[in-house]
């Protein structure tokens, strides 16, 4: 179980804070039930209440500084996610997404990255599937980065770019 105060990733609204942990007096939720009332770090004024025992939405831990090093360092080993079919592509990025796993997310950034880069070179636009699925898998990944290292998200982004840009 978490602890209040503590910072965990909760689905696609990305990290939150735990703020209470208790029952809930609201029509409709169980009274037996204990539940997480959880403040996205990043939507204005919106709490979460959900059961402490959620099983349907991805609740982690934050990466520890030594995991978020290690997933860094590892970064130029990811593998792209390279479907040709446009549907199964998306599929693919919601799936990503949904797990809520920094790595797999650095695979959409990067196979989203270099789709970009072949069909500018042809002459063609980039895809608002890729534009979509591209913010989504940086901003969850950047998030998540910044409460890790105590920086804004785009000091997080620019950590991650001149560690990797040294590794090379």
């Known amino acids: 179980m978490f602890e209040i105060g503590q910072y965990i990733v909760y689905g696609s609204s990305g990290v ?3 703020v209470d942990i208790g029952k809930s007096n609201l029509s409709g939720m169980s009274e037996d ?3 997480y009332t959880l403040e996205p770090c990043y939507s ?4 979460i209440l959900t059961p402490t025992d959620n099983k349907k939405t991805v609740m ?3 990466m520890t500084r030594e995991e978020a090093d290690d997933m860094i360092d590892h970064a130029q ?3 792209i996610l390279w479907i040709d079919n446009e549907r199964s592509r998306e599929s693919e990025y919601k799936n990503v997404i949904a797990k809520c796993d920094c790595y797999e997310l650095i695979r959409v950034i990067k196979t989203i990255y270099v789709r970009k880069q072949e069909r500018v070179a042809d002459g063609k636009k980039v895809t608002v599937s890729d534009e979509k699925y591209f913010k989504i898998a940086e901003d ?3 998030s998540e980065l910044a409460i890790v290292y105590d920086m804004s998200r785009d000091e997080a982004k620019e950590y991650m770019l001149k560690r990797i840009s040294r590794g090379r």
């Open 140 to 142: 969850n990944l950047y």
């Open 77 to 79: 080993e990811a593998e």
């Open 16 to 18: 939150c804070k735990v």
């Open 60 to 62: 982690r831990c934050l």
């Open 44 to 47: 204005q004024k919106s709490r």
């Open 33 to 35: 039930r204990l539940y």
